[in-house]
């Protein structure tokens, strides 16, 4: 290698330095071990579950299959947050309800509902809590003193698999062979009378 080559790769180099030592940086580095990470405050479900002491989801023989239309459609038991197999909890005659916490009719409807599910005589309600986190829908139902076995469905399968409207609430009667139909009349059951009449 020349001198002069030789001078023009130490000029380089200097250069380079110079450049480096020069340029701006942040007057406080910054250690990366240091920054927080967001988080989330997590809700303690099971204080939430004990709280809202719903009554357990009904689980149906092995033998008895529930609609067909919801058979293998997964869920989790709000009461005690174990997956569930919607069908199972259906296998009779029983009414099924769909509500968001959100819903303020679906508030009302429920009062009436759990107060029919504790008459003698009355088929299982089983309410989907659609559009909602579980630990919202718990909350608000320990506050309206609404036991009804629940479900969380947050994938919205079980109201897709029965090709349910989008408005809320929407009740079903499930018959005994497994057909469920639609209430619409009325569109919100505000009594007893009401649910009697059409279960």
């Known amino acids: 290698m020349s001198a002069a080559a030789r001078w023009a790769v130490v000029v380089l180099v200097l250069a380079v330095a110079g450049v480096v030592a020069l340029w701006p940086r942040s007057p406080d580095p910054v250690d990366q071990r240091a ?8 809700t303690d479900l099971e204080a939430a579950r004990a709280q809202a002491a719903l009554r357990p989801c009904p689980r149906g023989p092995a033998d008895a299959r529930g609609p067909q239309v919801l058979r293998g459609v997964p869920a989790t038991c709000l009461g005690d947050g174990q997956p569930v197999d919607v069908a199972s909890t ?3 005659r029983a009414v099924v309800n769909f ?9 009302e409807e429920l009062k009436v509902l759990d107060a029919y ?3 003698p005589g009355a088929v299982p309600v089983v309410a989907v809590l659609v559009e909602s986190k579980e630990a919202d829908g718990l909350e608000l139902l320990a506050k309206l003193g609404v036991r ?10 079980v109201r ?5 409207p989008r408005r809320l609430p929407v009740t079903y009667v499930v018959g005994a062979d497994g057909s469920l139909t639609e209430v619409g009349d009325p569109l919100v ?6 649910v009697r009449e059409v279960v």
């Open 189 to 194: 059951l505000t009594s007893v009378e009401q």
């Open 35 to 42: 920054i927080p990470t967001r988080t989330q405050p997590t």
């Open 117 to 119: 599910a504790q008459e």
């Open 99 to 107: 509500w968001a916490t959100w819903c303020v009719p679906c508030q």
């Open 160 to 164: 897709k698999a029965v090709h349910a």
């Open 90 to 92: 259906v296998t009779g």
């Open 148 to 157: 009804l076995p629940s479900v969380a469905d947050p994938a919205d399968g």
